[in-house]
């Protein structure tokens, strides 16, 4: 059971990040939303398909930077020795995730700048997103879903220091899929039921306790590395 829980983690993290995801990526999700064919978006059950496709390109491309960090993370603990490694970064993650409370409740934004560093990925990335546009079919959602994956996003990039720290490729892609799945309902909810969404990203006590619920899960992850 024990085994399970960084992946219950990841879940837990991402349906609470929620209301970051709302924020940073609303305009994104709206903007793909109303790009759409007029008929495409006159429904649910024609605009379901869209919205799904988006997702889970996005999902996959976050499973991919799993697997990538993940295997950085097994080569570093081949370099040094495997307790060393697994509490130092442990730590860093715990580190990270109480960060990632702070940037969550507003209280601390520090992982802005980290967002800044990604940015330069970013912008070599993103023009190949705009070939795709307009959207017509669900394959083409489907190719800016991994490319949206892609956006500097501190909640994104803290849980990547987690997925170095889970073991392996398969680990770390493991950890990404929890999380991805997490955030699918708040970014569904942002393309289907835009007001309802927004209305929740607006909410301070909403903030402060996705905030607080993972500052405790850093404290944890801390806890465990000491």
Do not use: D
């Not at 992946?7 to 209301?19: D, E, N, P, R």
């Not at 990039?157 to 929890?178: C, D, H, K, Q, R």
């Not at 309802?196 to 993972?214: D, H, Q, W």
């Amino acid at each position: 059971m024990e085994q399970l829980l960084p992946y219950f983690s990841a879940f837990i993290v991402g349906l609470l990040g929620g209301v970051h995801c709302i924020g940073m990526c609303g305009g994104i999700v709206g903007a793909l939303t109303f790009g759409l064919p007029e008929k495409k978006r006159q429904s649910f059950a024609s605009l379901l398909p869209f919205q799904l496709a988006y997702n889970f390109g996005r999902l996959l491309s976050y499973v991919i930077a799993g697997a990538i960090m993940g295997g950085l993370g097994m080569l570093l603990a081949e370099l040094i020795p495997i307790q060393i490694a697994q509490r130092t970064l442990l730590f860093i993650a715990g580190i990270f995730m109480v960060l990632l409370g702070l940037y969550l409740s507003g209280w601390w934004m520090i992982l802005n700048r980290v967002e800044r560093i990604g940015g330069i990925l970013w912008k070599k990335i993103e023009p190949y997103g705009r070939k795709l546009m307009p959207v017509q079919t669900p394959m083409q959602a489907l190719g800016i879903g991994m490319i949206w994956g892609w956006v500097p996003c501190g909640l994104v990039y803290t849980m990547l220091i987690n997925a170095v720290s889970s073991g392996g490729a398969a680990e770390g892609a493991a950890l990404m899929f929890a999380f991805a799945l997490g955030t699918l309902p708040n970014l569904l909810a942002i393309g289907l039921l835009a007001g309802a969404a927004a209305r929740l990203a607006r909410s301070e006590i909403a903030r402060k306790f996705a905030g607080v619920t993972v500052i405790l899960f850093g404290i944890y992850t801390l806890w465990n590395a000491l």
